[in-house]
């Protein structure tokens, strides 16, 4: 009997800016194998029947994105460590006929970085810019993969104190006015707010100062519109080595497309430079 093509599919509100379908179709046409994934736009109060529906729809799994990372969350029959950790999943599929839901942005968080900067998790104290969705993620990576002293700072105390609360020991909660006392030691910093992001209020602003760090920091930001944010092109100026926000959107797609389709695809130059052309660099 001939395999039935297997279907997957990214949500969110809006999503005809989303890359995935890029991602995932370029995997599926070098693979070779016959499945199809696309974006499916999906109001919020619309979430609930599609996730019922999807089975009998036929489809293997899919992607979640903003802003339904935390309703599905809530919606799944079981979920995986990570998604337990951070309290939102991005990525679902069936096992025994229950609705699964998993969270790979830490998975491709740490990815980027081990592929561009091996060892990273042994650089000393990391610096988190941000409390949001994105920093929990980004927290749950840094404390899997043993770093001992997490700092988060962000505009909002509050938040900061709540996230470093809900990950627990060796991670601690700041205003953003302490950074200069942060990064003096710091061997990682890390921006998950949308500060520098290209159309974003603070667009063109640097969320902090990397000519506070010594000079064996590493620097990495989440976002990658533009691939070169103001923080990684102060970073870079002063000699430091720093990681674009791409490779994590990349590697974060890794962990779905092997569920759904049974290979696990590989994150090549030829996938990243696709995407670089598409976001116009
Ligand atoms: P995400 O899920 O992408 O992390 P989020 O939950 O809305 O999005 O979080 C956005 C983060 O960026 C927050 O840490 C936010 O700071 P506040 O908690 O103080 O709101 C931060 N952020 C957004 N715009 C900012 C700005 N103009 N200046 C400083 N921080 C900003």
């Given at each position: 009997m001939a395999e039935v093509a297997r279907r997957a599919f990214v949500i969110g509100h809006p999503i005809a800016h989303s890359r995935s379908p890029m991602i995932h179709g370029h995997w599926l046409k070098t693979l070779g194998l016959d499945g199809s994934y696309r974006a499916i736009d999906v109001a919020p109060q619309d979430l609930g029947a599609f996730l019922s529906s999807l089975a009998e729809c036929g489809f293997a799994g899919g992607n979640v994105t903003i802003?339904?990372?935390?309703?599905?969350?809530?919606?799944?029959?079981?979920?995986?460590?990570?998604?337990e950790a951070i309290g939102a999943i991005n990525t679902l599929w069936f096992e025994d006929g229950i609705l699964c839901g998993g969270n790979t942005d830490a998975y491709g968080f740490a990815a980027n970085l081990d592929a561009r900067a091996p060892g990273w998790?042994?650089?000393?104290?990391?610096?988190?810019?941000?409390?949001?969705?994105?920093?929990r993620a980004v927290v749950h990576a840094l404390k899997a993969r043993g770093v001992a002293d997490i700092r988060i700072a962000n505009r909002t105390l509050a938040r900061a104190e709540s996230l470093a609360a809900r990950f627990?020991?060796?991670?601690?909660?700041h205003a953003s006015g302490a950074l200069a006392d942060l990064l003096g030691d710091a061997g990682l910093l890390v921006n998950t707010t949308s500060l520098?992001?290209?159309g974003k209020e603070g667009g063109g602003d640097l969320p902090a100062d990397p000519a506070l760090l010594p000079a064996h920091a590493l620097v990495t930001d989440i976002v990658y519109v533009p691939l070169e944010t103001p923080?990684?092109?102060?970073?870079?100026?002063?000699?430091?080595k720093t990681v674009d926000g791409l490779g994590m959107l990349l590697h974060q797609a890794v962990p779905?497309?092997?569920?759904?389709?049974?290979?696990?695809?590989?994150?090549?130059?030829?996938?990243?430079?696709?995407?670089?052309?598409?976001?116009?660099?």
């Open positions: 802003p339904h990372k935390e309703a599905a969350f809530a919606a799944v029959g079981r979920c995986d460590e990570a998604a998790a042994a650089n000393g104290p990391a610096v988190v810019l941000g409390a949001g969705g994105a920093a627990g020991a060796g991670i601690s909660a520098g992001m290209q923080l990684l092109a102060a970073a870079r100026r002063r000699g430091l779905g497309f092997e569920r759904w389709f049974g290979h696990r695809p590989q994150v090549t130059a030829e996938l990243r430079a696709l995407i670089v052309a598409d976001l116009g660099g």
